[in-house]
Each structure stands twice: as C-alpha cells, then as structure tokens.
C-alpha cells in the first residue's frame, strides 16, 4: 500500500480544515487536531490521523456538536462533574483537568466525571496533565461492544482502556496507555486496511473460533487481554466509567449510537492522587530507587520512555497515500 511522507505541521492544519468545514468551531477543531498531531509523534499511529474520518462523520450526522461548551459543576471539593454536552473530548478536557489539578492538589484525592464525551483520542493525555503537575493519574473509559468476555462470543464489552501516569523529578512520568483487550480495536483496524495478519490471541470470528485474520475479527469479536483477568479489568472500567457517573455501558452506548463510524459521546472517569499529601512528603525517594532499579534492568523499557523518546527529533509521519488523500478532500 503506497505511503506518503506528511509533516506533523501539515497533519495539524488539514486536520483543523476538515473539523472546522464539518462545522467544529475553531477552539474544539484545535483541540482535536492537537491530539491527533501529538498520538501521530508519539507513534500512537492508532489514535491519529486515522481517526479524522469518524470524527468528521461524527459531526457531519449530528451525533457529535462541534459547537458544544462544556458545563462544569463542582458538587463536593473533591469532585468535578463535565457534561460534555455531546461535545469533543479534548475540547471539555481543556476545560476540565485544570479543575482536577487544583483539585487534587488541595484535597490528596480528587475525582473527574467526564460526561456524554466523544472521546476517539489516546488516554495518556488525561493523566500525563496530573503527571506533569506533580500527581499520580487514573483515567478509563468504555466504548462500544467489539469484545467477548472470557467464556462468551458475544460481543459485550468495549475495548475499555485504561490509563494510569506518575511523576518523576528531572525525568518524564512514567505512563501507561492500554486496552483492556488484547489489543486496541485501531490497531486491528490498521492491521485490516494494510492487508496484515495478527498474532494468536488477539480475536475471533464469528463463529467463535481464534483467528489471526483482523477482518474476521472484525465481523467476530476482540478478547479481552490476560483471560479471566482481563475480562475482570474490562468490566470494572464498564462500571467506573458507566454506571458509576451516570452513564452507560459499552452496550448502552451502542444501543444509542447511529453507526457513522465516529465516537458516541459517553463517559470517561479520571482520577488524581496527590502524592505529597498522601504519603506525608517522603515519595520521591522510594519511588525513584525502585524505578531506577527497574531501568537498570537491560532489556525493561518503563512505561512511556519510547513515546517520549520520539518527541525530542520526531516532525514527519508516514501515513498511507489513499487516507490522506481522503483527509485533503475533507478539509478543501
């Protein structure tokens, strides 16, 4: 499949033409675009300019509103509530996690609800905001059902990420980003348009036999990471980021969607841990002489390193040549 070489620079503007001609105002266009531009840098190919299409048909169909303000209410000290108002995750987050920082930096713990959210981005940048203020961050979300729980074929559970970052002094936090299936349903997803096979475990087709074919998993179902472990993870971010904040399931979610392809608003949770308050002051060391014992490992690479590693020297992605040529048309 041909690829063509794109500046990150080119990636940010032709991505704020086509949000802002599929009628995103101009702060939720940069916003997205923003997180678009930074996944492609930091090699989380998944969560960038592949995603633009289902924004843009998110938008063009109603289901999300590109001109949406998030409404922010604040019903304990420790607790913030973000009705989105089926608008652009990055947008409300902008909004939002400064809130959470002065939160969790006055009270040890504080928590965010994130509500009826159209989120399609990666889950670091949620936590590696808390991280980069000094705090310890927590973030899940569902999504729609493309996963089987251990011991089903039905699809009944979202990909469920959840995200979790720490801060390191005169270093970058260590973070981590990942599915609660075996793998992001983006990667399969890339993996079918390019013609590419899986390895075992990832899924399976419809009649409930594995597969390594991403189209079979596609029309079957994901699984979830670890077996019944997994499986276990996946439902507690189903309820966390469901139920617990007033929103619905995967399931839910997938009963009100309208299936153009882009993300259906719903519910994200985000939790900040101050680590000063919690453990009296006296983190930093025992932390970083674990951490470092673990770096001195030859082959460990601590959650995070190779993202951060890219941004330094990374200006140009690879993308292929037909999905930027759909991008150009969405934005002229």
Request: with cysteine; proline share 7%; charged share 20%.
């Amino acid at each position: 499949m041909a690829k063509e070489t794109i500046s990150l620079i080119e990636i940010h503007e032709l991505c704020v033409a086509a949000l802002t001609n599929a009628g995103a105002h101009q702060a939720a266009a940069l916003a997205v675009a923003g997180s678009i531009r930074d996944a492609e840098r930091d090699g989380s190919f998944s969560h960038g300019i592949f995603r633009l299409p289902g924004f843009v048909a998110s938008l063009r169909s109603g289901k999300v509103d590109g001109t949406a303000e998030p409404e922010l209410s604040f019903p304990t000290p420790a607790l913030i509530l973000c009705d989105a108002r089926r608008g652009m995750a990055p947008y409300a987050l902008q909004r939002a996690l400064p809130e959470l920082v002065r939160a969790t930096q006055r009270m040890g713990i504080a928590a965010l609800a994130m509500r009826n959210s159209a989120h399609f981005a990666a889950l670091w940048p949620e936590v590696e905001a808390l991280a980069e203020a000094g705090l310890a961050g927590i973030a899940c979300t569902n999504y729609l059902p493309v996963v089987a729980p251990a011991g089903a074929r039905e699809r009944l559970l979202g990909t469920n990420p959840l995200a979790f970052a720490w801060p390191r002094p005169n270093a970058a936090p260590l973070v981590f980003d990942m599915a609660t299936a075996a793998r992001a349903l983006g990667d399969v997803q890339l993996a079918a348009r390019e013609g590419a096979s899986l390895p075992e475990g990832i899924g399976i087709d419809r009649d409930g036999e594995d597969t390594t074919d991403p189209a079979a998993i596609l029309s079957g179902a994901l699984i979830p990471f670890g077996g019944y472990k997994g499986s276990a993870i996946s439902l507690m971010v189903e309820l966390l980021s469901g139920s617990l904040i007033g929103q619905m399931s995967s399931l839910g979610n997938a009963e009100a969607d309208n299936n153009d392809g882009g993300p259906p608003p719903r519910g994200e949770l985000i939790i900040g841990l101050n680590p000063d308050l919690l453990s009296g002051g006296c983190w930093r060391a025992e932390a970083e002489t674990f951490l470092k014992r673990l770096e001195a490992q030859p082959d460990l690479r601590l959650p995070g390193q190779r993202r951060h590693a890219r941004r330094g020297h990374v200006t140009t992605t690879v993308v292929e040549a037909d999905l930027i040529e759909t991008v150009r048309a969405l934005a002229f």
